[in-house]
C-alpha cells in the first residue's frame, strides 16, 4: 500500500462540489497529504468564493491533509520548476509561475524525496495522470476513490453514479461512468486506505522545511515561499533532515 495519497486541486475540488469532502476523509484515513501550491490554489478558490466552502477546515480548523509540504532548497524549486515545463507544455509557461504548480511539485516530492517514496497520487488532470503513469507514480482518478468507496460500503452505486454525472455536467474532466465501470475494481489491488490507530491523527508535513514566520496552513501567500521562490529564489532547506513518516 502507498505511504501516503496526494489528491490534486481537480480531485478535493471535485468532492467538495459534490459535498462528499467527508467521505474523502474517511477514505484517506490520516494517509492524505498535500503540498504548498495545491493549498494556494484551494485557499484561492475559498477566497474567490468558489462552490469549496468545505475545504476551508483545510486551511485551519481541520487540516486532515497535515501541514502543506514547503519546497524551499533551491536545488528543489529548480527541480519543481523542471518538471513542471517538461510535463506540462514546456516553454508556453513562461510567466506563468503557478500554472501546474501543483502537479509539479507533487510529483516531484513523490519522486525525489525518501520520505514520501512510494506515495501515491490523485488527479483528475488527463495530462497529468498519463505523466504521473509515465514516470512510475501509482496514479488514480476520482472515480477510483469511488469505486473503492462503493467496495467498502460507504456509498451506493446509484448515489456515485449521480455523483459522477454531476461532476461531467459541470465540466470536470472525466467520462459519465457505467455501473460496469463504478463496479470494476481500481487498477490495483493494493489501492486501500487503512485507517490510522484508534486516537490518532494526521501529522503535520513539512517536507522541505519552514521558513520563518510561515504557517504552511492558512493558505495565505505569506506561507507559500515558493512561489515567489520561482521568480526570486528562497531559503535553503534540506528534506533529507526533515522526519520521516
Known amino acids: 500500500m502507498p505511504p501516503f495519497f ?29 503540498t504548498e501550491a495545491v ?22 480548523a481541520d487540516p486532515w491533509l497535515g501541514s502543506p ?22 516553454p ?7 500554472q501546474h504548480l501543483g502537479e509539479a511539485q507533487s510529483c516531484y516530492v513523490i519522486l525525489h524525496w525518501p520520505q514520501f517514496q512510494g506515495s501515491a497520487w490523485i488527479s483528475d488532470d488527463r495530462k497529468a495522470v498519463r505523466f504521473g503513469r ?8 476520482t472515480i477510483d476513490v469511488v469505486r473503492l468507496a462503493i467496495q467498502s460500503g460507504l456509498i451506493d452505486t446509484e448515489t456515485a453514479r449521480d455523483h459522477m454525472r454531476r461532476l461531467c455536467q459541470l465540466g470536470r474532466p472525466m467520462r459519465e461512468p457505467t455501473v460496469a ?31 520563518q514566520g510561515s504557517t504552511g496552513g492558512n493558505g495565505g501567500e505569506e506561507s507559500i515561499p515558493v512561489l515567489r521562490g520561482h521568480q526570486q529564489g528562497a531559503e535553503q532547506a534540506n528534506p533529507e533532515q526533515m522526519p520521516l513518516f
Open 39 to 60: 493549498a494556494f490554489e484551494i485557499g484561492n478558490g475559498v477566497r474567490c468564493g468558489q462552490p469549496l466552502d468545505a475545504l476551508a477546515d483545510l486551511l485551519g
Open 92 to 98: 508556453r509557461l513562461r510567466g506563468r509561475y503557478t
Open 181 to 211: 465501470d463504478l463496479l470494476a475494481m481500481p487498477g490495483t489491488p493494493h489501492f486501500v486506505f487503512p485507517g490510522p490507530p484508534p486516537g490518532s491523527a494526521p501529522a503535520p508535513v513539512v517536507g522541505g522545511g519552514q521558513s
Open 134 to 141: 509515465a514516470e512510475g507514480i501509482t496514479t488514480y482518478e
Open 6 to 34: 496526494f489528491p490534486d486541486t481537480t480531485v478535493l475540488s471535485n468532492f467538495a462540489y459534490l459535498g462528499e469532502v467527508a467521505l474523502l476523509k474517511q477514505m484517506l484515513s490520516g494517509h492524505g497529504r498535500w
Open 69 to 90: 509540504i514547503l519546497i524551499t532548497r533551491e536545488a528543489d524549486i529548480a527541480g519543481v520548476e523542471a518538471l513542471r515545463r517538461r510535463a506540462f507544455a514546456g
